[in-house]
């Protein structure tokens, strides 16, 4: 069954929630103390991690980092409504997607849904590794190689970089990677492919000028992986 971790100092929200999830399929377990959950993760396995951004004791923001520090657990943030700058920061952080609250239960049960979906499901996917240049794209595996040396990435910039080098030398529009690469329709104003693409540009070195990968912004269109 699937482990899911909630973190949020709201008791009555998060016993809430994680009953919600119960009721979906999920094992699901609340921790009101973001230290104290940080050593659950440590202690057990976890597939996914729903964490709040505003909390006392650490806030969300501190706590992924900490997270991205040793595990690249998918994480679902808990955003307040209207608040762009922390949505940003928590995807730049390496958060793999988020839900403005206040929100309904059921619509963080499809965002978690989806993450998973990404995240283990390869039936659409080429079971051979895909090749462009240096880069090396393992689907079956989820690894990435780049001149023969492992690049770490968290489970959305995985997905958004297998869409782009599947169509290599295509445009591919945001609402195409939101769909394949986040498994959700995209949203208007949503920021997140941009910043994932961004965090990508960096981990891959996709401006420097002796690697033969572009990374192209075709604006009004989407985005292009090329290479030279």
């Known amino acids: 069954m699937t482990k899911i ?14 009953q919600y999830l119960r009721g979906e399929g999920f094992e699901a ?11 659950k993760l440590a202690d057990e396995p976890y597939q996914l991690v729903v964490l709040d951004v505003m909390m006392p004791q650490q806030s969300g923001l501190e706590t992924l980092k900490k997270i991205r520090l040793k595990y ?3 994480v679902l943030m808990l955003t307040a409504r209207g608040d762009n700058i922390d949505r ?23 965002r978690v849904r989806a993450i998973l979906r990404r995240a ?9 590794a895909l090749q462009l ?11 990435v190689l ?35 690469g986040l498994g959700r329709p995209l949203e208007r104003f949503d920021r997140s492919i941009d910043v994932h693409l961004s965090s990508l540009r960096n981990k891959l ?21 090329s290479l030279d």
Do not use: W
Not at 151 to 171: D, K
């Open 146 to 180: 780049l001149n023969g040396q492992e690049i770490e990435l968290t489970s959305a910039e995985f997905n958004l970089l297998e869409v782009l080098v599947a169509q290599a030398g295509q445009v591919v529009s945001k609402a195409v990677l939101s769909e394949q």
């Open 205 to 225: 070195d996709l401006n420097n000028e002796n690697l033969p990968l572009t990374l192209h912004t075709i604006r009004g269109q989407g985005y292009q992986l």
């Open 72 to 74: 690249n657990t998918p």
């Open 120 to 128: 283990s499901d390869n039936s659409n996917a080429p079971k051979q």
């Open 5 to 18: 971790l909630h973190i949020d100092d709201d008791i009555e929200l998060g016993e809430m929630l994680c």
């Open 88 to 110: 940003i920061v928590g995807l730049e952080l390496g958060a793999d997607d988020y839900v403005p609250k206040p929100c309904l239960p059921r619509e963080i049960v499809a």
């Open 29 to 39: 377990e609340h921790c009101a103390n973001p230290i104290d959950g940080l050593k």
């Open 133 to 143: 240049g240096p880069l090396e794209v393992q689907p079956a595996k989820r690894k």
